[in-house]
């Protein structure tokens, strides 16, 4: 684990403060948010707020997961 939950502590702390993500901005992203991951890269920080929308989100998160196992798949066969 290179990072701990401090951040996710912080946003708690600060409110929300970053640019809030809604159920469209994070459905224009997501595509992108998956590909940043499935490269290594810090998904988290290239676009903000998405993860703390997925994690409070189960209809995003749904999606995303979807997403994830439908690119990811492709990327191993
Ligand atoms: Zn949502």
Request: one cysteine or more; hydrophobic letters at 35%; a negative charge.
């Amino acid at each position: 684990m290179k990072q701990p939950d401090l951040r996710q502590m912080l946003a708690r702390l600060l409110g929300p403060e970053g640019p809030e993500v809604g159920c469209d901005a994070c459905f224009d992203e997501l595509d992108r948010y998956v590909e940043l991951e499935l490269a290594g890269k810090d998904a988290d920080a290239e676009i903000p707020g998405l993860r703390a929308h997925l994690e409070g989100c189960p209809a995003c998160r749904e999606e995303y997961e979807s997403l994830l196992a439908l690119v990811g798949g492709e990327q191993l066969s």
